[in-house]
Structures are given as C-alpha cells and as structure tokens.
C-alpha cells in the first residue's frame, strides 16, 4: 500500500503562486522579528514583485547595521559644483537639470511638489541637501526620496490643498478618506468637542441628506495662519463656494460664504471646525 506523503516533508502547496505568498509572510515575520518591521497592505502587488521588495529591504537593513553615515555630498563623490551666485541667471534651470541628474545617477531623488524657482532649488540643494546625512548603503533599485517641501514648507499652499481635498471629498461623498486631515478633537462653535471619529461621522451623516452633488465651485478669498509659543500652528481659509445639490425634496443651488478652521502641531494642517453652506451642526 502506498504511504500517504507528511505534508511537513512536502512542499507547501501545489500551486508556485501560493508558495511565494507562504514564503513572503515568513519573510515578514522574520523581519518583524530581527528589525521591528511593520506590514501595511501591498494592494494589487504580485507576489513576485512582493518578494522582491521584501528582499531589497532585507538586504538594506542587513547592510545599514554596519553602514556608516555619510553626507550626501560625499555619497554623490563630491564633486566640483559652482555655487549658485557663480551661474549667470540664464543658465541656472540648466544647471539644475544636470545637478539634479547627477543625484539621480547616485540614487537621490528630490520631490518638488510646487514649482519653485531654479536659483532656490539649486541653492537648496548646494547648501542645505549636500549636507544631509545618509547611510552609505548602495543597492541596485534602492533610492534615497527628499522632499523639498520637508525643509521648506508652503503652509498658505498646504491650506488650500486641505481645504479643495474637503470640498472634493464632500462633493463625491468620500468623507471616509478625510481622517488623515481632521484633527483629533473638533472644538464646535458652543464649546462642545467631537473626536476625530465623530467628527467624520457627523460630516457623513450631513453628506448623507443629499443623493448627489454636481458643479462644484470655490474660490479662496483669503488664507491666514500663526504660531503660538508652544509650537501650536493656527490658521484658516475663507471665501465663496457653490455647488447643485439634489435631495428628497428635490434639486436646488447651494451657494454662500465659507470659513475653514486648522490646526497644526505637525506636520500637516488638520481641520477642527467650519461653516459651510448645505451643512447643519
């Protein structure tokens, strides 16, 4: 009679798709184990890719243990770079070009999320970037992300993007997505505080009186912000917003003025209260 095969002397599973997988949880496991690692979901990822990610970052943790830390001037070669009062103006988006080239070559890259002129850039990079440090660990495929608005930020910028990321997500009934931009306690106009997950709930359950909102329209007519003492970021935005709104009782023209309020204790503006047409505290 033949013996059936112990599973634990076989291979884990007939399918090489589902062996990866297997394989890819006992990496992160281990991991876990030796550095702390925490997982988030890899959405749509293959598990061929998976693996290969999980790979990379074992071998870059392996590596940093004994990785010394060195300037990013240094880690490019340290070339010979002009400064930027060096460079005729003209030339100047060229030089960033290149400049910006040569981090790529290393492994560097720079994030500018806004347009910023090229003889603020480059200065940044000459003389702010090039003496960041680093962790002198070369991987193929590995790159080390700067991003520009870390060490300089735009708040007025960062204020407006909150608030058309609010009026979005009002206007497409994706309230669920807001978390990460209300702040952890709403103070209301009579003293009363909402935690975050009230907050969003109350937005929802407003959102939820109208079948469908079309033609959104804003306009910021003015931004202002301050910081206290402690650390403490306050600011708001205000201006004019309109929108269709079509309920029950049928559809109507939602329009009027606006006022946001934010916080900031770092490192993002969160809302904490507003007045909005259409919404009823």
Same mark, same amino acid.
């Given at each position: 009679? &033949?013996q059936?095969?112990?599973?634990?002397?076989?291979?884990?599973?007939?399918?090489?798709?589902?062996?990866?997988?297997?394989?890819?949880?006992?990496?992160?496991? &281990?991991?876990?184990?030796?550095?702390?690692?925490?997982?988030?979901?890899?959405?749509?990822?293959?598990?061929?890719?998976?693996?290969?990610?999980?790979?990379?970052?074992?071998?870059?943790?392996?590596?940093? %243990?004994?990785?010394?830390?060195?300037?990013?001037?240094?880690?490019?070669?340290?070339?010979?770079?002009?400064?930027?009062?060096?460079?005729?103006?003209?030339?100047?988006?060229?030089?960033?070009?290149?400049?910006?080239?040569l981090?790529?070559?290393?492994?560097?890259?720079?994030?500018?999320?806004?347009?910023?002129?090229?003889?603020?850039?480059?200065?940044?990079?000459?003389?702010?970037?090039?003496?960041?440090?680093?962790?002198?660990?070369?991987? @193929?495929?590995?790159?080390?992300?700067?991003?520009?608005?870390?060490f =300089?930020?735009? =708040?007025?910028?960062?204020?407006?993007?909150?608030?058309?990321?609010?009026f979005?997500?009002?206007?497409?009934? %994706?309230?669920?997505?807001?978390?990460?931009?209300? +702040?952890?306690?709403?103070v209301?106009?009579?003293?009363?505080?909402?935690?975050?997950?009230?907050?969003?709930? &109350?937005?929802?359950?407003?959102?939820n009186?109208?079948?469908?909102?079309?033609?959104?329209?804003? %306009?910021?007519?003015?931004?202002?912000?301050?910081?206290?003492?402690?650390?403490?970021?306050?600011?708001?935005?205000?201006?004019?917003? %309109?929108?269709? +709104? &079509?309920? +029950?009782?049928?559809?109507?023209?939602?329009?009027?003025?606006?006022?946001?309020?934010?916080?900031?204790?770092? @490192?993002?503006?969160?809302?904490?209260?507003?007045?909005?047409?259409?919404?009823?505290?």
């Open positions: 009679m &033949k059936d095969k112990n599973p634990a002397e076989g291979s884990f599973n007939t399918d090489p798709q589902e062996n990866i997988r297997i394989e890819n949880d006992i990496l992160k496991l &281990k991991m876990q184990a030796e550095y702390g690692a925490s997982f988030g979901s890899f959405g749509d990822l293959s598990p061929e890719a998976e693996r290969d990610f999980l790979q990379m970052v074992m071998a870059f943790e392996k590596m940093g %243990k004994d990785a010394p830390a060195v300037s990013v001037y240094e880690f490019i070669g340290k070339p010979v770079i002009r400064k930027k009062d060096e460079i005729p103006e003209e030339e100047l988006p060229q030089a960033l070009l290149q400049l910006r080239e981090l790529s070559e290393n492994g560097i890259c720079l994030e500018v999320f806004r347009e910023s002129d090229p003889g603020v850039l480059y200065h940044f990079i000459t003389d702010e970037l090039f003496q960041e440090q680093i962790q002198d660990i070369r991987i @193929p495929g590995m790159v080390c992300v700067f991003n520009y608005e870390d =300089h930020p735009n =708040h007025e910028m960062e204020l407006h993007d909150a608030t058309a990321e609010i979005y997500s009002w206007e497409n009934n %994706k309230l669920d997505s807001l978390s990460f931009v209300l +702040a952890e306690f709403a209301l106009a009579d003293g009363c505080m909402l935690s975050r997950d009230q907050f969003r709930d &109350k937005m929802i359950e407003q959102r009186r109208y079948e469908l909102i079309t033609g959104l329209e804003f %306009k910021i007519g003015k931004t202002s912000f301050e910081w206290l003492e402690e650390g403490l970021g306050l600011g708001f935005t205000e201006g004019m917003i %309109k929108y269709q +709104a &079509k309920s +029950a009782e049928g559809e109507n023209t939602v329009e009027g003025s606006f006022k946001l309020y934010f916080c900031n204790q770092g @490192p993002s503006w969160q809302l904490t209260f507003f007045y909005l047409p259409g919404f009823q505290w």
